[in-house]
């Protein structure tokens, strides 16, 4: 009984110790700030080259979502919608969305020393949205329809020249609103990010230690953050205080998951500029591998690794391919291709050896006539291509679905060339299709692999 009294005072005076933070006043309610958003959530995915790597997704996922767990209860809200996505670009940079949304860039995974630094920058985050910051500061502006300042919030949050081309996508010159958060709310985010960091498990001193490493990087990617998360001043000496009242015993930072995302980082092609990677998007090439951007494919291509990567794609699937095979991605699909096999011919993206995976929405709710409906689509963008003889069963996902082969001259190549095309319904009557494309003469070495990727595939609808 001695020991529980001890234990309870203890914590009375942990409670005591740590500097209180009180979200400021806003006019918007929480459901706003889910749909403010999530409407410049898109903005970004549009705007920006999100990852779509597994190994990548699931490292920042899994912090994010230990993170949350860690807010505390008076700042919780049921209704926001919190995603963690990472950005391949260089800048040493992250910002988070009204409601929930946060974007990671690659630069800073690849600046940080410990998970513990990767956290802390989430943590601040994390405590902008907890604490509303975003239409707390729209709530000193003129009121302007929810529509059209999604886009300004975005820009603004991105800040910088990329921020202000965001911005100018709206209705409303509406930066100065949002533009960058004050002192006063960098200063909460901090304290705030430190109490849920400590919560967490990680040391909140890891969150002063990379600010530092970002201002001494202000040469090299650092400003991008500066300027939208300006130092309140002492800004390491308050959060190193803070963090001794918070006395995290046997803190997470050099983890193993740490070290093998930074090997994995650094074995991909460096990463872009935002600059690079948004003008890119504008002319509609931010998918496209690099070097292929309106390039004809040649069709002479490496055969497809033994060794598998990993990929998330969206909040659809997830799916391991050849780890020499390249994503781009489409409105409504994502094609896996090697380097050679994808590019443009007459305008159109086209790809000689790979796979197509995607969803077609279509007005029938059985599989095999929404199948016949799909080819019927393919046939008409290639005149070449044969009807199916029949299908066979097929297990996509611990799913019922169906197969077929039909072969198709290509108009790239000229060669003959299969194609083996998998599909099965999702919850909500939608398709879901995985079209694997190789030449005839070589259609038997890529069987296999087809079959390994959609062996892979886990559906989350």
Aim: aromatic share 6%; charged share 20%.
């Amino acid at each position: 009984m001695a020991k529980t009294l001890i234990a309870v005072v203890l914590s009375t005076a942990l409670v005591a110790a740590q500097t209180r933070i009180t979200p400021p006043k806003n006019k918007y309610t929480p459901a706003q700030d889910v749909e403010l958003g999530q409407q410049a959530a898109t903005e970004a995915r549009q705007q920006l080259p999100i990852m779509r790597d597994e190994a990548v997704s699931s490292f920042t996922e899994s912090i994010g979502r230990r993170l949350v767990r860690a807010i505390p209860a008076e700042l919780q809200h049921p209704e926001f919608r919190y995603s963690f996505e990472t950005v391949n670009v260089r800048e040493i940079n992250a910002f988070a969305l009204p409601g929930g949304p946060m974007f990671i860039n690659r630069g800073m995974i690849e600046a940080a020393h410990d998970e513990g630094e990767v956290a802390g920058v989430m943590a601040h985050e994390l405590s902008h949205v907890v604490l509303r910051h975003g239409t707390a500061q729209a709530s000193a502006a003129t009121p302007y329809e929810i529509g059209t300042i999604a886009g300004a919030i975005l820009g603004a949050i991105i800040g910088g020249r990329v921020g202000s081309v965001v911005a100018q996508g709206t209705q409303f010159g509406l930066g100065a609103a949002f533009m960058r958060f004050s002192r006063a709310y960098e200063h909460d985010a901090d304290i705030e990010g430190s109490q849920i960091m400590a919560r967490a498990g990680y040391d909140p001193r890891d969150m002063a230690n990379m600010f530092k490493t970002i201002e001494a990087k202000a040469g090299s990617g650092g400003p991008e953050w500066l300027s939208d998360h300006p130092n309140p001043g002492n800004r390491y000496e308050y959060i190193t205080a803070e963090a001794r009242a918070l006395r995290v015993e046997s803190p997470i930072r050099d983890s193993v998951a740490f070290q093998q995302v930074q090997a994995h980082l650094r074995g991909m092609s460096p990463a872009p500029t935002t600059e690079q990677a948004t003008r890119n998007a504008s002319r509609g090439g931010d998918t496209t591998p690099r070097g292929t951007t309106g390039s004809v494919p040649t069709g002479r291509v490496e055969a497809p690794s033994n060794s598998m990567t990993g990929y998330k794609v969206g909040n659809v699937f997830r799916v391991r391919v050849p780890s020499n095979w390249r994503q781009t991605q489409s409105n409504n699909s994502v094609t896996f291709a090697p380097q050679g096999a994808y590019g443009q011919y007459r305008g159109e993206n086209v790809f000689t050896h790979g796979m197509e995976i995607g969803i077609s929405r279509n007005e029938s709710h059985d599989l095999q006539t929404a199948t016949d409906e799909l080819i019927d689509s393919l046939t008409r963008g290639n005149p070449n291509m044969s009807r199916p003889s029949g299908y066979s069963r097929a297990v996509i996902a611990n799913r019922e679905g169906l197969r077929t082969i039909v072969s198709n001259t290509s108009e790239v190549t000229g060669r003959d060339e299969t194609v083996t095309l998998f599909t099965t319904l999702l919850r909500d009557g939608s398709l879901f299709y995985a079209i694997g494309v190789a030449p005839r003469d070589e259609f038997s070495s890529y069987q296999n692999t087809f079959q390994r990727v959609v062996g892979s595939i886990q559906l989350t609808n």
